[in-house]
């Protein structure tokens, strides 16, 4: 959307970001077979960054040409792709690892499952709507998840892990869910 567009590139231009991984893809992206991985929104590439670190071929979406242009590492293994992920195609079956931190478009979670490869992990992490407290500007309910929301859009995956807990950072709702989950590996045909 060119509103968020405008409004993240003027953030990536004035603030700084941290360039460390997020504790969830620290814990989990290891366990993911090695291959190719996309990182949804990747901002600044903390995320995409920690990934080649480890070894994947990552594609890095997101719509902000500013922070792509200050990337947390020397991009290399890394594909940055200037895209609105409101029209952004995730290819079927590609990857191996797919990793969602911070953002929420709801129109791409059924292709963020279909986009694994079998066998493949997602892991995802958002804030939740908090009912007690208002929204700011910056985290509108529409970016928020539902409590629950996250386990139910990824049913059809093996649920590794999913929470709904707290987060300890000034500036953000309180309350966050965490979700890594892995595509079955398609069962076998019956043997002749
Ligand atoms: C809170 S940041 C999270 C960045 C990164 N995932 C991380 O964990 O550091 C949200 C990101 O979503 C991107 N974004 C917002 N709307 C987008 C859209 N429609 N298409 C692609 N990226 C978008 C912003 O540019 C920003 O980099």
């Known amino acids: 959307m060119?509103?968020?567009?405008?409004?993240?590139?003027?953030?990536?231009?004035?603030?700084?970001?941290?360039?460390?991984?997020?504790?969830?893809?620290?814990?989990?992206?290891?366990?993911?077979?090695?291959?190719m991985a996309l990182d949804v929104a990747c901002?600044?590439?903390?995320?995409?960054?920690?990934?080649?670190?480890l070894g994947f071929a990552?594609?890095?979406?997101?719509?902000?040409?500013?922070?792509?242009?200050?990337?947390?590492?020397?991009?290399?293994?890394?594909?940055r792709i200037c895209a609105d992920l409101d029209e952004f195609a995730v290819p079927q079956g590609r990857y191996s690892l797919i990793v969602n931190v911070r953002f929420l478009n709801r129109r791409i979670l059924p292709?963020?499952?279909?986009?694994?490869?079998?066998?493949?992990?997602?892991?995802?992490?958002?804030?939740?709507?908090?009912?007690?407290?208002?929204?700011?500007?910056?985290?509108?309910p529409g970016h928020l998840l539902e409590p629950g929301e996250l386990r139910r859009s990824f049913s059809t995956l093996d649920i590794v892990d999913y929470r709904e807990h707290p987060d300890l950072q000034p500036e953000t709702p309180p309350m966050k869910a965490s979700l890594v989950a892995l595509r079955p590996v398609a069962p076998s045909g019956p043997k002749a």
């Open 58 to 79: 990552v594609d890095a979406v997101d719509i902000a040409a500013e922070g792509l242009n200050r990337f947390a590492c020397r991009p290399r293994g890394i594909r």
């Open 2 to 35: 060119q509103q968020d567009r405008i409004e993240w590139n003027r953030r990536y231009r004035q603030e700084t970001f941290s360039a460390r991984p997020a504790a969830i893809v620290r814990a989990h992206a290891h366990r993911a077979p090695v291959g």
């Open 111 to 140: 292709d963020l499952e279909k986009g694994l490869a079998p066998g493949g992990m997602l892991i995802f992490e958002n804030f939740l709507q908090t009912p007690a407290r208002g929204t700011s500007r910056r985290h509108r």
């Open 43 to 53: 901002g600044n590439g903390r995320n995409a960054c920690y990934l080649a670190f």
